[in-house]
């Protein structure tokens, strides 16, 4: 097996075991520190904000992948044990599977001590406002953002370290971070942000599509529905503005037979999407255990792809 491969699995299991320990500094914060500072320099020098937009994107997308570069290079002088090594943490470092997880059993949790510390509890994992959900909106919220994140924070990491390694990794980490910080389509945030959300849209449009199929197959062998999760795939893949978001939401809400989407409160303005799913019952505590266990098992099934593929190779 390829010494890529071996520490991209090596990575998902400390990944699986530690999770994003609090004590860890992440690259992440480097690199919105780097996103931060970048963007106040070209905001401070004036000009074509769409043009500073490209320049943003591209500065933090190379710089990130030269830095991996750089330190993968260094410890390749080291040997192959070193470069193990250092590509695993990497790997770990860029996959997000307990860590999700993790939050949204801290939602879980917080929902036995009331809606309040439920709304304080989600608001750490998702970007509408939280202040008046109840507790269906709060569940539905969690299994959402689970869904989501399945695609970004799982399945195109996975997907692209197996590609091109930590390299390819933290170059779409820095995108999808980018993203975050930068891609909203608001006033504030058009013109800057506009070329990392579609860079971050083509990055993960064949992920989404994968993750949506995996966890078809992952609620199938977890007791779950996949053939309405198929269905619901098909039907209502579309109904979000990203063109991404709403494949791996429309599995899991086919899954747990429960609706998402619909109008939300974003900085105190509601935001309308299309539902997503049929409103076959209503959304309780249990689907944040179910839509982590088709976190689970779908990242599984991602790396079960990516160990037959290092065997092949």
């Known amino acids: 097996m390829k010494l890529g491969i071996a520490a991209l699995i090596a990575g998902y299991l400390l990944d699986l075991l530690l999770g994003d320990p609090e004590w860890l500094y992440h690259p992440v914060r480097l690199i919105g520190k780097y996103i931060s ?48 090594i250092g590509m695993a943490l990497m790997d770990w470092m860029g996959i997000a599977v307990t860590c999700m997880a993790k939050e949204a059993r801290g939602v879980g949790r917080a929902l036995k001590l009331g809606v309040g510390p439920a709304r304080k509890q989600v608001a750490r994992i998702v970007g509408r406002d939280t202040e008046n959900l109840n507790e269906e909106e709060i569940i539905k919220a969690t299994v959402e953002t689970v869904a989501e994140n399945t695609t970004d924070g799982v399945i195109s990491p996975i997907l692209y370290a197996l590609i091109g390694g930590p390299v390819l990794l933290w170059g779409y980490k820095a995108v999808n971070t980018l993203d975050s910080m930068v891609g909203y389509m608001d006033e504030k945030y058009r013109d800057i942000g506009w070329s990392s959300a579609k860079l971050d849209d083509v990055l993960n449009f064949i992920p989404a599509r994968l993750t949506a199929l995996l966890m078809a197959l992952a609620a199938r062998l977890t007791g779950l529905d996949g053939k309405n999760a198929l269905r619901i795939v098909r039907r209502d893949h579309a109904n979000h503005k990203s063109p991404n978001s709403a494949w791996s939401e429309a599995a899991a809400a086919g899954a747990l037979h429960i609706q998402l989407g619909g109008t939300h409160l974003y900085f105190g303005k509601p935001v309308e999407k299309p539902t997503i799913g049929d409103d076959d019952r209503s959304a309780e505590e249990e689907d944040i255990r179910k839509v982590n266990r088709l976190l689970y098992v779908t990242s599984g099934l991602m790396m079960l792809i990516a160990a037959v593929t290092g065997l092949l190779a």
């Open 37 to 84: 500072f970048a963007e106040k320099r070209l905001r401070k020098r004036g000009g074509n904000l769409r043009i500073c937009a490209l320049i943003l994107t591209i500065s933090t997308t190379l710089a990130t992948m030269a830095a991996v570069t750089l330190i993968l290079w260094l410890l390749r002088l080291a040997g192959d044990v070193p470069l193990f």
